[in-house]
C-alpha cells in the first residue's frame, strides 16, 4: 500500500511540475503550435539574444565583498533575498475573495511573488460623503462582511477597500505601497458625484445644467460630462466669469484632498500616483498656466491641474516619497508633458506608462502573429518615454488568456513571459505591476480572463511564467571561493542577498550585502 501511495505521489509530483513549465518558450518547444510561426520569427532568437544581452548589462552590478575572519580558499554561499527591481501588483480585492482559503493564498503571492502593492485610493469610492475619507476599517471592509455576499460586485467599494488594513499587512511583509491616484479627472471611477453640487452656488448650479446634457459617472458609465455646444464654444475666461465660486472651490478642494492624505499618511506610503491619465489634455493644449480653469477632456477641472497638484505633492510630501506621473498615453506628448512640468520646477520622480490588452481577440492575434505589442513597438515607445529621463513604471499590465482554456492560458503566459523579459532589459525600467491577479475580479469592461489565477485562486500557466522569472531566472544563487585578501566577487542582479561562511573557528557567519 505505501509502494502504491509513494507512485501515486511520484506521478502527482510530476504531472504538476508538468503542468508548471508545460507553455513553449521557443519556437522549437512549441509542439503544440499554441503560437504561429509568425509570432515566433517577431520574438526570434536574435531578439531573445539583445534581451538578455541588456539584462545582463542593466539589472546586474559587480560585487566586491571582504570578509572577516575566513581563511583563504573557503566556499561561500551567495543567496539573494530580495529585488530591488520592482515586481508589483494592485492589491484592490483584498478580503473579497469569498472564502478564507482565497483570501490568505491571495494575501501570499505579496511578499512572495510581488515586493510591491498598488493600493486603491480612488477619490470616489474612498471619499464618499464630503470630509468622511473611509481610511480605517469599518465593517463592511472586513473578510466577514465580504464572506457574505453573494454578489460582491454588486457593491459599492468593490475593488475599493479601505486603505489602513492593507496598508498594515503589506507593511507587516516588508511590502512597499504605491498609492494609486491623488488626481484623476475621470467621473466614472475617481472624481465624487458630490462635487457639482458642494462647489457651486445654486445660482452657478443654475447656469450648468444649462450647458450640461448629461453629467458623468457610474451610474450611466460615463468617463466625462456631455457638453451643449455653447460650453464647447465658450473660452475658458468666459467660464471663470460665469462660475466664480466653482473656480476658487476646485482648487481648494483638490489641494485639500492631496494635503490630507500627505498628512494621514506621511511616508508609509512609498510612493504614490499623483496625477492619472492626463496627458491628453496636454497634447489638446488645455492645461494653461495661470487659468483658473481647465476643460479637460474629462470635464470642469481645476486649471493647469497636473502642474498644481505636483506643486501642492512637493510641499506636503516629503523627499523620502517617490512621486509619480501616469499614463496610457505612449505618443511624443506624454514626455513632452513630462518634460514641460519637470522646467516649470515640478519634481517628478518616475514616468509611469501603462499596458492593457483588454480584448482577448488582442492576444489571439499576438499569437497569429499580428503586429501588436512587438518588441520594434515596445523598444520604440520606451526610448520615447526615457527621454524624460526618469525612470519608467510599467504601472498596469493586462494580458488576457483567450478563452482561458488550455490554450489560451499557455497563449497568455507565453506572451507574459517575452513581455516581462524585454520590459526587465529596459535601462530605464524600474518597476512592472501586474494589474487584476485574480479572473473575474476586473472593474466592470475589464476582461474575465486576466489573472495570474483562476477565480478558485489556483495558479495559471501565466503564475508560473512569472513565479519562474522573478524567482529563479533572476536571482543570483552561486558559490564562490574567497580570495588571498578575504574578499569574493561576484556578478548578480541589484538587491539584498545573504552571505554565508564558515569563520576561522568553524562556527557560520551570515552577513547581510545590497548590491546596488
Known amino acids: 500500500m505505501k509502494k502504491i501511495t509513494l507512485i501515486i505521489s511520484l506521478v502527482f509530483c510530476c504531472f504538476n511540475l508538468f503542468a508548471q513549465n508545460s507553455f513553449p518558450k521557443s519556437a522549437k518547444e512549441d509542439k503544440e503550435k499554441i503560437m504561429s510561426e509568425a509570432y515566433w520569427n517577431i520574438w526570434n532568437p536574435k531578439v531573445q ?44 480585492n483584498y478580503n473579497q475573495l469569498g472564502t478564507p482559503a482565497c483570501n490568505q493564498k491571495y494575501k501570499d503571492v505579496f511578499g512572495t511573488l510581488f515586493n510591491r502593492a498598488t493600493v486603491a485610493f480612488y477619490w470616489k469610492t474612498l471619499e464618499m460623503q464630503p470630509n468622511r475619507p473611509r481610511f480605517r476599517e469599518e465593517y463592511w471592509d472586513t473578510e466577514e462582511y465580504w464572506n457574505r455576499q453573494t454578489d460582491p460586485k454588486l457593491q459599492p467599494h468593490w475593488r475599493r477597500p479601505s486603505p ?7 507593511l507587516s511583509k516588508g511590502v512597499p505601497v504605491h498609492g494609486h491616484p ?17 462647489m457651486m452656488t445654486p445660482e452657478e448650479k443654475k447656469e450648468m445644467d444649462k450647458l450640461i446634457v448629461e453629467y458623468g459617472n457610474l451610474d450611466n458609465y460615463l468617463d466625462s460630462e456631455k457638453y451643449t455646444d455653447e460650453y464647447k464654444n465658450m473660452t475658458v475666461a468666459q467660464l471663470e466669469t460665469k462660475f ?3 473656480t476658487k472651490k476646485l482648487k481648494e478642494l483638490f ?23 492626463s496627458a491628453q489634455d496636454f497634447a489638446k493644449g488645455v492645461m494653461v498656466p495661470g487659468s483658473g480653469l481647465c476643460k479637460s477632456n474629462y470635464g470642469v477641472m481645476p486649471g493647469d491641474y497636473t502642474f498644481e497638484a505636483f506643486k501642492t505633492a512637493n510641499q506636503v510630501f516629503s523627499d523620502n516619497v517617490l512621486l509619480n506621473i501616469n499614463d496610457y498615453w505612449t505618443g511624443p506628448e506624454y514626455p ?12 517628478i520622480n518616475i514616468a509611469g506608462s501603462q499596458m492593457h490588452l483588454f480584448n482577448p481577440q488582442q492576444c489571439l492575434d499576438i499569437a497569429a502573429g499580428k503586429e501588436i505589442q512587438t518588441p520594434n513597438q515596445i523598444w520604440t515607445i520606451m526610448n520615447r518615454i526615457s527621454e524624460t529621463g526618469l525612470p519608467i513604471h ?8 483567450p478563452g482561458n482554456d488550455d490554450r489560451g492560458q499557455k497563449i497568455q503566459a507565453v506572451i507574459a513571459q517575452n513581455l516581462y523579459r524585454l520590459w526587465f532589459s529596459v535601462k530605464n525600467m524600474m518597476g512592472i505591476t501586474w494589474w487584476n491577479v485574480v479572473d473575474d475580479c476586473g472593474a466592470p469592461g475589464e476582461p474575465s480572463v486576466s489573472g495570474l489565477f483562476t477565480r478558485n485562486m489556483d495558479p495559471k500557466q501565466s503564475f508560473y511564467a512569472l513565479d519562474n522569472l522573478i524567482n529563479h531566472e533572476w536571482k543570483t544563487n552561486t558559490i564562490v571561493k574567497v580570495g588571498k585578501n578575504g574578499d569574493i566577487k561576484f556578478r548578480g542582479f541589484r538587491g539584498r542577498y545573504h552571505i554565508t561562511y564558515m569563520d576561522k573557528s568553524g562556527k557560520e557567519q551570515v552577513v547581510e550585502y545590497h548590491l546596488k
Request: net charge negative; aromatic share 8%.
Open 244 to 246: 466664480p465660486n466653482l
Open 182 to 198: 491623488l488626481i484623476w479627472g475621470n467621473r466614472k471611477w475617481h472624481n465624487p458625484n458630490w462635487i457639482i453640487g458642494q
Open 394 to 401: 510599467l504601472s498596469e499590465i493586462t494580458i488576457t488568456s
Open 49 to 92: 539574444a539583445k534581451i538578455d544581452k541588456d539584462i545582463e548589462q542593466n539589472r546586474k552590478a559587480n560585487a566586491i565583498v571582504c570578509l572577516q575572519d575566513i581563511a583563504a580558499g573557503s566556499e561561500v554561499k551567495i543567496e539573494q533575498i530580495s529585488h530591488d527591481f520592482v515586481f508589483g501588483a494592485h492589491i484592490f
Open 336 to 347: 513632452e508633458q513630462v518634460k514641460d512640468l519637470m522646467e516649470r520646477g515640478a519634481k
Open 164 to 170: 489602513d488594513q492593507i496598508i498594515d499587512f503589506c
Open 255 to 277: 489641494e485639500k484632498r492631496i494635503v490630507e492624505i500627505a498628512k494621514y499618511y506621511g511616508d508609509r506610503v512609498s510612493s504614490w500616483d499623483v496625477v492619472n491619465e
